[in-house]
């Protein structure tokens, strides 16, 4: 089981109904709820939490300048950033994900699991850019796009690819280290895994911008890691 979590939500008293903590903390989530941007400041002078959820739908301000602020005060800890449907997604925000309402408490929670770290008693997870491969049970999800299943190929492949960030890998090491095989004549297999990897992980797989070819040589994860 998933050791306890604490996660800071700032959102405003006038939430009520649509406030999520109640949805968080049924899932054995530990949930602390301050509703302002000063009131989660002094909260972060004697406290770190695993993530924050700056609920903006329900206050009076954009939310943006708490998300720098909680930034700057704990670099470590992943915040999202929740707004109204109706105002424009700010990435001057810091935030690593950016959701807007109306979204359901399970894609929130989706979010979280994503974010959170990895401890010994959960599975493995790699993680990089908008991906999170969960190892253990062959999923990756997707930010924005949500949690896919893969076959243990696909799943080996990315992993492959994930350790492997920005740098080219060969077809020959891709067959070596995935099908387990020196023969190196027909990789027309690797090329359909690419295939249905793009599928899942690529807004355009016909256009595809994280996986790409180099042409006569394999492929490259090409993910922002700063």
Request: charged share 25%; net charge positive.
């Given at each position: 089981m998933r050791r306890t979590a604490t996660i800071l939500l700032v959102e405003s008293e006038s939430a009520k109904s649509s406030s999520m903590a109640s949805p968080l903390a049924k899932t054995g989530l530990e949930v602390v709820?301050?509703?302002?941007?000063?009131?989660?400041?002094?909260?972060?002078?004697?406290?770190?939490?695993?993530?924050?959820?700056?609920?903006?739908?329900?206050?009076?301000?954009?939310?943006?300048?708490?998300?720098?602020r909680l930034r700057k005060a704990v670099p470590e800890a992943p915040i999202i950033h929740c707004r109204t449907a109706d105002s424009a997604e700010d990435?001057?925000?810091?935030?690593?994900?950016?959701?807007?309402?109306?979204?359901?408490?399970?894609?929130?929670?989706?979010?979280?699991?994503?974010?959170?770290p990895a401890d010994d008693l959960d599975e493995e997870i790699v993680r990089l850019?908008?991906?999170?491969?969960?190892?253990?049970?062959?999923?990756?999800?997707?930010?924005?796009?949500?949690?896919?299943?893969?076959?243990?190929?696909?799943?080996?492949?990315?992993?492959?690819?994930?350790?492997?960030?920005n740098q080219i890998l060969s077809r020959n090491f891709l067959m070596e280290v995935v099908w387990k095989t020196n023969y190196f004549g027909d990789t027309r297999t690797l090329d359909v895994h690419i295939r249905w990897l793009r599928e899942i992980i690529e807004q355009d797989p016909a256009d595809p911008k994280l996986l790409r070819t180099v042409r006569g040589v394999g492929y490259i994860l090409s993910v922002e890691t700063a």
């Open positions: 709820v301050e509703n302002s941007g000063a009131g989660a400041m002094r909260w972060v002078e004697y406290n770190r939490p695993d993530l924050i959820v700056v609920d903006a739908s329900t206050m009076r301000s954009s939310g943006v300048r708490t998300c720098r990435r001057t925000a810091l935030a690593d994900i950016y959701l807007a309402k109306p979204f359901t408490a399970r894609k929130l929670l989706n979010r979280i699991w994503a974010l959170l850019g908008p991906l999170t491969l969960f190892v253990d049970k062959r999923s990756v999800d997707v930010t924005g796009q949500g949690e896919r299943k893969l076959t243990p190929k696909m799943a080996s492949l990315l992993e492959e690819l994930l350790r492997h960030p």
